[in-house]
Nanobody, 115 residues
Framework: QVQLVESGGALVQPGGSLRLSCVAS????????MGWFRQAPGKQRELVASIASGGDTNYADSAKGRFTISRDNAKNTVDLQMNSLKPEDTAVYYCWAYVLRRNHWGSGTQVTVSS
């Protein structure tokens, strides 16, 4: 059974930083595309960043230059370093993996950017 468990969400002031981590289990993730999505209240879930098995990355325009995604295939982890956070980054952040021919999601971690 595939499981994705996120951690690292918190309340942070504008301009601050957070690092989200996701630990994956239940399958071989070394060849899986993985990433982070987010969903703000009243909005659709959107891609923040993704990373392929070989390390190629893709970022939403809102994340470029501020966020960095990374993965450790040996540990089955994917992290999201978020810098220069803005109030509009407030959302529930979900870890994502495409493995076994389907999408898998974590339960989410709350990030709140507010003074």
């Amino acid at each position: 059974q595939v499981q994705l468990v996120e951690s690292g969400g918190a309340l942070v002031q504008p301009g601050g930083s957070l690092r989200l981590s996701c630990v994956a289990s239940g399958s071989d993730f070394s060849m899986a595309n993985m990433g982070w999505f987010r969903q703000a209240p009243g909005k659709q879930r959107e891609l923040v960043a993704s990373i392929a098995s070989g390390g190629d990355t893709n970022y939403a325009d809102s994340a470029k230059g501020r966020f960095t995604i990374s993965r450790d295939n040996a540990k089955n982890t994917v992290d999201l370093q978020m810098n220069s956070l803005k109030p509009e980054d407030t959302a529930v952040y979900y870890c994502w993996a495409y493995v076994l021919r389907r999408n898998h999601w974590g339960s989410g971690t709350q990030v709140t950017v507010s003074s």
